[in-house]
Structure formats: C-alpha cells, structure tokens
C-alpha cells in the first residue's frame, strides 16, 4: 500500500526561528513529491521536486527531495506569523490508472507565535 | 478567470439526506479529483476522472457517486448522507500534461447530523 508519512504533525516555534518538516514516502513508481500551504482553506502549491539533490527555493521556503532514500524536507527560515498553516506533503506515481494521482500525508500544523 | 469553484460553500444534511456537489474549472483540464479532509487526516481522495468520460474509485469511495458531466464539471453525489461524511470535501483539477500539480476548489464544509 503506497504511503507519504509527515513529522512533526504539528510544531510551534517563534517568529525568526528556523524549522524543517520532513515527508517520506513510499509510492510505487515514484514521479515527482509535491508541498502545498494550507491557511483554513483550499491547499496551494508551492513546490514540485522530481529530481534527487536539487533545491527548489522561494524566499524563504525550499526543498529538497532524495530519492535514494524516499524522503523529501521542507525549510522556513525566519519564519512569520504568516507562515502558520498546514503544511502537506504529495507524491504522485506514473503506476497505470493512477497516472496522475496525489498520495497525501497528514500535514504538520506550524504555529508561529510574534 | 475563477480557477475551480464549488457550490454550496456550506451544508447540513440530516442522515439519510441526499445531496449533489458541483465542481467546475474554467483551466481547460483534463483531470479532475474529489477529496475529503477530516482533522489531523490530510487529504483523502474519493473519487477521480483523468479525462472526460472516465471515473475511477479513489481511497474512500464507499457511500458516494460521481459523475463527469463534460469537461468543465465533475460532481459528488452522497445518496444517503450518513454522520461519517461529515467533512470538509475539496475538488481539484489538473491540466493532465506531464505537470502533476493539482489545483483546489475553495471547499464545501458539510456537516451531517
């Protein structure tokens, strides 16, 4: 049975820390692990990583995935009370009918307290 | 453009109630997908339809139907609502090219009591 497994589940730090999330998966016929930011609504995307040893960075937000050993993390450095959502990690497989299908995990909740 | 948009943004039901959620995208995708989220649970996927014409059973499809009216729009029929379906239920499309991100309605909160 494919799964995607997050830690922490949830976290709570103060502004201007750092944190780092973890996702690990097992999916067959991996393609590509993708992170969403959830804020009491609709998921929205902000990476997609198909290739092993390859940061992907937006301001303060990247990624890296390792495919060797089936895991990907997601770091915030000096994080804003902004960045408090749920944080879910996706993986998606090229396997037959599920071409194109998202494994979700369970999220972390980030708070950040001011 | 609206992206993906689902109505009612909010429902009570009574058990053994029925009811139809509509889904519709205006990003000319080919794929489009149901999922509920209950708390601490991520999201889990119903139902899905990789292109116009086809459904396919997701993780929890027990209790449910759907149907791919035509590309635009993919709805969620609950025939006899049941107090486990309570959940807040995203739909979500994706244009079925070699890109696998996937884009959310805003959600239905749908409460069964």
């Known amino acids: 049975e494919d799964k995607v497994v997050q830690s922490p589940l949830s976290l709570v730090v103060h502004e201007g820390d750092t944190v780092t999330l973890n996702c690990s998966y097992e999916v067959t016929n991996f393609r590509s692990l993708l992170w969403y930011k959830q804020e009491k609504k609709a998921p929205t995307f902000l990476f997609m990583l198909t290739s092993s040893g390859i940061e992907k960075k937006s301001g303060r937000l990247s990624s890296i995935l390792d495919k060797k050993e089936l895991f990907s993390i997601l770091n915030i450095t000096a994080t804003q009370t902004g960045d408090s959502a749920v944080y879910l990690c996706a993986v998606s497989s090229t396997r037959g009918s599920t071409l194109g299908r998202l494994y979700f995990g369970r999220g972390t909740q980030l708070t950040v307290w001011p | 453009n609206a992206g993906v948009t689902q109505t009612p943004k909010f429902q009570v039901l009574k058990t053994g109630q029925s009811m139809t959620l509509q889904c519709a995208q205006d990003?000319?995708?080919?794929?489009m997908y149901w999922y509920r989220q209950d708390p601490g649970m991520g999201l889990r996927l119903i139902y899905y339809?990789?292109?116009?014409?086809?459904?396919d059973k997701g993780e929890v499809p027990n209790g449910y139907n759907v149907s791919r009216l035509n590309k635009r729009e993919f709805s969620l029929r609950l025939e006899s609502a049941a107090p486990s379906q309570t959940s807040v239920y995203f739909c979500?499309?994706?244009?079925?090219?070699?890109?696998?991100?996937?884009?959310f309605g805003p959600g239905t909160r749908l409460t069964v009591t």
């Open positions: 339809s990789a292109s116009e014409g086809t459904t």
């Open positions: 979500a499309s994706r244009s079925g090219r070699a890109d696998y991100e996937q884009y």
């Open positions: 990003m000319n995708h080919n794929s």
